[in-house]
């Protein structure tokens, strides 16, 4: 037997539905038809990627890293089958959140200037490398330390952190904040696409409360109700302003990179002129 599309197809509805009916429902296909594309694809692979053990269907951890190659060779092929992208075809850039910061409408000016011929499509992705490992961008804008195998990164600058805490609350009329200021509140982390973790404070001192959300703008309403503060980079105060929100200095910690973020195999043609514009703009 060899791996068809209908079986990625099949695993990536399974995957994201966490049920077989429901995958079967979506691809309009009958619930049997649809295990057994599962279990060829997983006797084929010789791994089990899905644990059928409880009632709430999981991936095993074969199956999370398989996933994201399906995913890519699907959107892969789909992409390969637009007869409307044949002539032009875009490069599609990703980010969590903030883009270039103020460096983003810079950016997308210039490169329609001098890349007509190119179309830049910037995209907000709520994952951990903005789709890049999913094959629904080309290249990713990305905030911090980037360990995804198979990745080349590209450093565009550096910015301060920040620490953005309500609005009308006590550490809004600071001038600036420190990570030891924070430690005794709430503290609200992206565990999807931010780049915040408890292992930014010192050892011994770190937040004894988190609150975890899986986007920007949870996080950013989280902050603005008053249920804990947060720390992000200087971009997100230019590209995020909410009435609910304060953004302040932090004094203590180190600068963040921004990387411009691409797969090793098969990258977009346009990528060099991509991060040599943004260096210069950023400059």
Not at 211 to 231: K, M, P, Q, Y
């Amino acid at each position: 037997m060899s791996i068809e599309l209908r079986h990625l197809r099949c695993f990536l509805a399974i995957a994201e539905e966490s049920s077989v009916t429901r995958a079967a429902a979506r691809l309009n296909l009958t619930q049997p038809s649809v295990s057994r594309a599962l279990a060829a694809l997983e006797k084929q692979l010789g791994t089990r990627l899905v644990d059928r053990s409880t009632h709430h269907l999981e991936l095993t951890a074969d199956g999370r890293a398989f996933r994201d190659k399906a995913s890519a060779a699907v959107a892969a092929f789909d992409e390969a089958l637009d007869t409307g992208r044949l002539r032009r075809r875009p490069l599609r850039l990703g980010h969590a959140w903030s883009a270039l910061g103020p460096y983003t409408t810079p950016l997308l000016r210039r490169w329609e200037r001098e890349h007509p011929d190119t179309p830049l499509e910037l995209l907000r992705i709520d994952d951990r490398t903005a789709g890049l490992t999913r094959g629904e961008v080309d290249a990713a804008v990305l905030r911090g330390a980037v360990d995804t195998p198979g990745l080349v990164t590209e450093l565009l600058f550096t910015e301060p952190r920040v620490a953005a805490v309500t609005a009308d609350g006590t550490l809004a009329a600071r001038a600036s904040l420190t990570l030891a200021d924070l430690a005794a509140e709430p503290v609200v982390l992206n565990t999807v696409s931010g780049m915040t973790t408890p292992d930014l404070w010192p050892a011994g001192a770190r937040p004894t409360t988190t609150l975890t959300v899986s986007n920007t703008d949870d996080w950013l309403t989280a902050i603005a109700a008053g249920r804990g503060v947060g720390v992000s980079a200087a971009s997100t105060a230019e590209m995020h302003a909410n009435p609910g929100v304060a953004y302040r200095p932090l004094t203590d910690t180190p600068p963040v990179p921004v990387l411009l973020v691409r797969r090793t195999k098969a990258p977009h043609p346009a990528i060099p002129a991509l991060v040599a514009l943004a260096r210069e703009v950023a400059a």
